[in-house]
C-alpha cells in the first residue's frame, strides 16, 4: 500500500468523524422570553443552548435522543425527533422549572427546501417554531433508519 | 388461425385486468329509489350515512412500499359489506396489485355471478401509488344531486413525486360515466396549511357541515374556506377542535355513522374519541395484554418498539416502575437521582425485585409484553404528564359534543342526538400552563396512541375499522356498532397507515350519493 492510499483512506476516515461530529440539524428558537438553539449531531447527540432574556448567563446542556423518525410518506411529511433533557439543568434554575423533561421537535417538509420546525418545550407557552439553519435531509434519513435498525435489533434479539 | 385465437385471448386477459370495470353500477346509474333524498339547505358536503357510491384506495404504504395484500383485503371487505351493490372501486394501484385484487375475488366463496358483478366495479385509476387517498380532494353534492369532486388547491408538496392534479384528474375521468362531476378547486387564504384537507371536512345530518380549526390562526381563513363548501347560512358550520392534534383533521376524533334502531332524521350516530372510556376499558380489564394484533402476532415486538407513541407509554411505565423499586429499595442515604443513574448504568437492571405486574416489564424491549395495568397506571399517575393531557382533551371532546347536541337539537328537535364514546388515548402533545393557572392543550403535538376507531369507513350496515391493536377497545367498539343495527370488519392498517399518523379514512376516499329532491 502506497502512502497516497493511507492519505487517502486517513482523509476519508477523518471526514466522516468530522461529519459525524457536525449537526445533521440545527435550529434557532426565540420567544418574548427565551432565545436557545437546538441541534443533533451525525452520532445522535442533541444539544440545547438556552437563554432566559433576563439572565446573563446561558446553559448548554446534552439531550439524549428518544426517538427519531422519518415521516416523509406520512399524513403530513416530516421528521420527528423526541429528545430528553434529563437532569443536566442546574437543579434550583428557572431552565429546570420552566422546561418540560422532554423536548420534541417536528420538522414540517412540505418544502424540502424550506424546512420547518416547532418545537414543544416550555411548560408555560405554547410551542414554538424554531427556525431552521441547518439541514441535512440524507444524514437525517440515514440516522433515522440507522436508529431505528439499532432498536429492531434489540427487541428482535430479546425475543 | 391459431395467432389469432391468441390475440383474442391476450386483448382478453388484458381487458379484464386493466379494467374490469365497463360502466357504471346500474344502482347509481338508475338512481335506485332506496337512495334517500339530498339534505335540505345549502350546504354542499354529505355525511357519510349516505350510500357509498366510490372507494378510493390506492397501495402505497406509507414509508414501506406497495402492499397489495392491503388493497386487495380492504377491496374484499368493502365488497362483502355493500353486497348487490356494490360501489365503484378506483384503484390508484399498481397492476401486480390489481391482479392481485381480481385473484382474491376469484378466491372467495361466493357464487360466480356475484363476483363478476364485484369484478365489473373494479377500476384501475392510472395514478401514482399514493397512501393518503382522503385529503388532496373532497366530494360534495349538487340540487341535482350530482357528485362533485373538487381538489384542494393548497395539496402540493415537493418532498414526494405525488401529483395531486393528475391523481384528481384520473379520478374525476374514471367516474364521469356515473355523471359525477368536477367542481371548482378549494382555494385557501394566507399559507397553504394542513387544516385544509379532505380529512378535516365532513358532513353532518341536519344539513351541518364539521371543519377543524386546525393551524387556521386567522377566522376569517376558516370562513373564507367553509363558505365553498358549508353554504350561506353561518349556522350551518360547525367548528371542531383539532388544532391540538398533529395532523389535526377532524376524522382523527370524530365520525358520523348510521344508527338502525333510529328512525329518520335521527337515524345517526356520532363516534368521538374518549380517553375516559379508554381507562375505563383498561381498568376493568388489568391483567390483559394491552398489544393485541392476532392476524400478526410475529409483528408484535417490533411494532411496540418501532411505534414513538408506544415506545413513549413504555418509556413512561418503565419510569413507573423505577418510581417504585425506588421508594421500596431506597436507603436513607441514597438521593432518588443516584438510583435513577445507578439504575441507567447497568441498563436497567432490576434483578431480584418482584412487581405486581403479571409479565416482568424490564427494558425497553420488553414493550410487547406491556399489560392494560401498565398503560393504565401511565395513564392515571400524578407522576406522568400523559394524565393531565388526557384528561384535558377529555374535556375537549364533552365540550364539542355539548356544541354538536346544541347545533342538533335545534335544527332537528325531535333527535336527542346518540354519541358513541370511542376509546382513544393520545399521547405527543403536553398540558401547556396558562398565566392564570389553568392547563390548555399544546398546539399540534397530540397524535393517537393506537389506530383510532373514528378513522373509518362506512359502507351500507358495515363500519370497517382499523384493527385497534387492543382486544379490550376493539370488542367494546363491535358491541356499540351491534347495538345501533351495524356490522363491523376490521383491517390491519398498522404499517399501511398508522405509522404515518393517519388511518383508514385518511388513506381512502368514500363518495356518498344522494337523490335530488323536487323543486319547492
Not at chain 2, 196 to 204: A, D, K, M
Request: net charge positive.
Amino acid at each position: 500500500m502506497n502512502i497516497n492510499k493511507i492519505i487517502l483512506i486517513f482523509m476519508i476516515f477523518s471526514t466522516k468523524l468530522i461529519l459525524a461530529n457536525t449537526p445533521i440539524i440545527k435550529c434557532n428558537i426565540k420567544n418574548p422570553h427565551w432565545t436557545a438553539t437546538l441541534s443533533l449531531d451525525g452520532v445522535g447527540l442533541g444539544l440545547l443552548k438556552v437563554k432566559h432574556l433576563k439572565s446573563k448567563k446561558d446553559f448548554t446542556c446534552p439531550l439524549g435522543l428518544t426517538f427519531l423518525q422519518d415521516s416523509l410518506g406520512g399524513v403530513s411529511p416530516s421528521i420527528i425527533v423526541d429528545f430528553n433533557r434529563g437532569e443536566c439543568f442546574p437543579k434550583s434554575s428557572l431552565i429546570s422549572e420552566e422546561l418540560f423533561e422532554t423536548v420534541n421537535l417536528i420538522i414540517e417538509l412540505r418544502d424540502k427546501k424550506k424546512p420547518r420546525g416547532r418545537i414543544q418545550w416550555l411548560k408555560k407557552s405554547q410551542p414554538d417554531s424554531c427556525k431552521i439553519t441547518k439541514f441535512r435531509l440524507t444524514e437525517i434519513k440515514l440516522n433515522a433508519k440507522r436508529w431505528l435498525k439499532q432498536r429492531l435489533n434489540r427487541a428482535t434479539a430479546n425475543q | 388461425m391459431s395467432w389469432l385465437r391468441n390475440i383474442v385471448l391476450l386483448t382478453t386477459l388484458v381487458f379484464f385486468s386493466e379494467a374490469a370495470f365497463s360502466s357504471c353500477p346500474d344502482w347509481i346509474k338508475n338512481r335506485a329509489d332506496t337512495i334517500p333524498l339530498c339534505p335540505k339547505g345549502d350546504n354542499t358536503i354529505l355525511p357519510e350515512t349516505f350510500p357509498t357510491s366510490a372507494v378510493i384506495v390506492s397501495d402505497g404504504s406509507t414509508g414501506w412500499g406497495i402492499d397489495s395484500a392491503f388493497t386487495s383485503s380492504f377491496v374484499n371487505k368493502v365488497l362483502n359489506a355493500s353486497n348487490d351493490n356494490p360501489p365503484l372501486m378506483l384503484l390508484t394501484v399498481s397492476k401486480g396489485t390489481f391482479d392481485t385484487v381480481v385473484r382474491n375475488i376469484d378466491a372467495l366463496p361466493v357464487d360466480i355471478a356475484k363476483k363478476q358483478k364485484w369484478k365489473s366495479a373494479l377500476i384501475r385509476v392510472p395514478a401514482p401509488s399514493y397512501t393518503w387517498q382522503q385529503d388532496y380532494f373532497e366530494s360534495f353534492f349538487n340540487k341535482k344531486g350530482e357528485v362533485v369532486l373538487r381538489i384542494v388547491d393548497s395539496y402540493k408538496f415537493n418532498i414526494n413525486k405525488f401529483d395531486s392534479e393528475k391523481s384528481f384528474k384520473e379520478i374525476s375521468k374514471a367516474v364521469r360515466e356515473c355523471g359525477f362531476k368536477t367542481g371548482s378547486p378549494l382555494k385557501n387564504l394566507g399559507e397553504p396549511k394542513g387544516g385544509y384537507r379532505g380529512g378535516n371536512i365532513e358532513g353532518l345530518p341536519g344539513g351541518f357541515c364539521l371543519f377543524g380549526d386546525d393551524a387556521i390562526e386567522k377566522d376569517k381563513h376558516w370562513e373564507f374556506y367553509s363558505d365553498q363548501f358549508c353554504g350561506k347560512d353561518p349556522e350551518n358550520k360547525i367548528k371542531v377542535p383539532t388544532s391540538w392534534l398533529s395532523i389535526g383533521h377532524t376524522d382523527e376524533i370524530m365520525k358520523v355513522i348510521k344508527n338502525n334502531n333510529k328512525k329518520e332524521p335521527c337515524n345517526f350516530s356520532i363516534a368521538i374519541s374518549s380517553p375516559k372510556k379508554a381507562i375505563e376499558l383498561l381498568r376493568n380489564n388489568q391483567e390483559k395484554p394491552f398489544l393485541f394484533f392476532p392476524q400478526n402476532e410475529e409483528l408484535l415486538s417490533t411494532r411496540a418498539y418501532y411505534h414513538r407513541g408506544i415506545s413513549h407509554f413504555c418509556n413512561a411505565a418503565l419510569d413507573l416502575i423505577e418510581d417504585e423499586v425506588i421508594t421500596e429499595k431506597k436507603s436513607p442515604n441514597t438521593s432518588k437521582i443516584d438510583f435513577k443513574l445507578i439504575n441507567f448504568f447497568i441498563n436497567r437492571a432490576y434483578a431480584g425485585v418482584t412487581l405486581s405486574f403479571a409479565k416482568p416489564l424490564k427494558e425497553l424491549t420488553d414493550c410487547h409484553n406491556m399489560t392494560n395495568k401498565h398503560i393504565l397506571k401511565v395513564l392515571t399517575s400524578n407522576n406522568t404528564l400523559l394524565k393531565k393531557y388526557n384528561e384535558l382533551i377529555q374535556q375537549k371532546m364533552d365540550d364539542l359534543k355539548k356544541q354538536l347536541t346544541a347545533k342538533l337539537k335545534k335544527r332537528l328537535p325531535s333527535c336527542t342526538p346518540d354519541f358513541i364514546d370511542v376509546p382513544d388515548i393520545f399521547f405527543g402533545g403536553q398540558a401547556i400552563q396558562k398565566k392564570d393557572g389553568t392547563l390548555e392543550l399544546s398546539k399540534r403535538f397530540g397524535e393517537s396512541l393506537l389506530p383510532n376507531s373514528t378513522n373509518s369507513v362506512s359502507v351500507d350496515n358495515t363500519i370497517i375499522a382499523p384493527i385497534s391493536g387492543s382486544q379490550i377497545f376493539e370488542k367494546y367498539i363491535k358491541s356499540e356498532y351491534k347495538k345501533r343495527g351495524l356490522e363491523s370488519d376490521f383491517i390491519d392498517t398498522f404499517d399501511y397507515a398508522h405509522m404515518g399518523g393517519g388511518n383508514l379514512h385518511c388513506a381512502t376516499h368514500t363518495l356518498h350519493i344522494c337523490n335530488p329532491r323536487s323543486p319547492e
